[in-house]
């Protein structure tokens, strides 16, 4: 037989050794945990190693595992690259934006008034779905929390979104400890970002939130909850304000520790279009004019979550690479002064 390998072989062996946990890993790629066993098993029998240590609390890589993975890392990496240039369309530039957040919107704008023959197609998709449509060739430049390493994937930070407290009745000094809050619950997987998020402010800063159960982009349920009394005032992002329905509440910053939610531009290392570079410059660009990455004067001190991009994940081509920008400007890496 030739020597060959499905390369969804290669992206669960991948994918086990990112996440140490054959259950984490069939979370990552949307399929069964047993799916994911089968397919590192057979990746094994075809190759004739052992991949993977098993002990009580997971897996880890054996010896042969850590000397393949660089090997596996290339594969997959050329198999996307070969897809991403079959699906380009030279003409268009592909963003993905989130619902009320304008932050695209606002660099389009900009971009447009420079570059008017180019074509933007702005795509309405969750951060995580923004991700996976951009590693799959059908979005050119993504908006997210990084929060695993992407092979191939250039980043820098776009904004620094601040968490604040969101009720139709202005409290008291409100702060994170002592202040009886909730956050937004769904049980759609496409809002599994956010929920993330908040179990790691959780976990990080010792505070405990109740799950109030709504669609995080539906604010009128939560205000007709809190005026009934049947929800406590909940966290939110600072650029909620720009959704639908925001106009009727209040947004309180916290006056013991400001959390903050990174968000990173993300596109392919290996982009060479003029029209999409030009685009993530001037990106780059308007998020420095408008103080994106800018923390809140004269505020607590600032908290970024400790789950981003581990240094050592990190591909060649990629944050540490860009002008003006390296680890040390990773989100989560340290605390910023802005």
């Known amino acids: 037989m030739a020597d060959d390998v499905d390369t969804r072989l290669v992206r669960a062996f991948l994918a086990v050794a990112q996440e140490g946990s054959f259950t984490r890993a069939a979370r990552t790629l949307g399929i069964s945990q047993q799916a994911v066993s089968n397919q590192v098993a057979r990746l094994e029998e075809r190759l004739g190693e052992t991949l993977f240590v098993r002990h009580g609390s997971g897996v880890a890589l054996s010896a042969k595992g850590y000397d393949l993975r660089p090997q596996a890392r290339e594969l ?14 030279e003409g268009t530039i592909r963003v993905g934006e989130i619902r009320g957040r304008r932050m695209m919107q606002e660099v389009w704008t900009r971009h447009r008034a420079r570059r008017p023959q180019d074509v933007v197609s702005l795509q309405d998709l969750t ?9 799959g060739g059908y979005l050119d430049i993504a908006m997210d929390r ?29 702060t994170l400890h002592g202040t009886r809050l909730g ?5 759609q997987d496409r809002f599994r970002g956010w929920q993330d998020f908040c179990e790691v402010v959780q976990r ?3 505070v405990t939130f109740e799950r109030v159960p709504h669609d995080i982009t539906m604010l009128e349920p939560i205000g007709q909850g809190q005026i009934r009394g049947d929800y406590p005032p909940v966290i939110a992002l600072n650029g909620l304000r720009d959704y639908p329905g925001a106009e009727g509440f209040t947004f309180q910053r916290f006056e013991d520790v400001q959390p903050y939610f990174p968000w990173s531009l ?4 290996d982009e060479t279009r003029p029209q999409v570079l030009a685009f993530i410059e001037t ?8 103080g994106w990455l800018s923390l809140l004067p004269g505020g607590p001190p600032p908290w970024f979550p400790s789950d981003g991009i581990r240094p050592e994940d990190l ?7 860009l002008p003006g920008q390296g680890l040390q400007d990773l989100p989560g890496q340290e605390r910023h002064d802005g």
């Open 76 to 89: 997959v990496g050329m198999t996307e690259a070969l897809f991403r240039r079959a699906r380009a369309t």
């Open 127 to 135: 951060g995580d779905e923004q991700v996976r449509a951009m590693l």
């Open 146 to 174: 990084v929060t695993w390493p992407l092979p191939g994937i250039a980043s820098v930070p776009l904004r620094y979104d601040p968490l604040m407290v969101l009720t139709v009745r202005e409290i008291e000094a409100p």
């Open 183 to 187: 956050y937004p619950h769904t049980s």
């Open 204 to 206: 990080e800063l010792d």
């Open 266 to 269: 993300l596109w392919r290392a």
């Open 283 to 290: 990106a780059r660009e308007v998020a420095e004019e408008k």
């Open 315 to 321: 591909p060649g081509q990629g944050l540490q690479d």
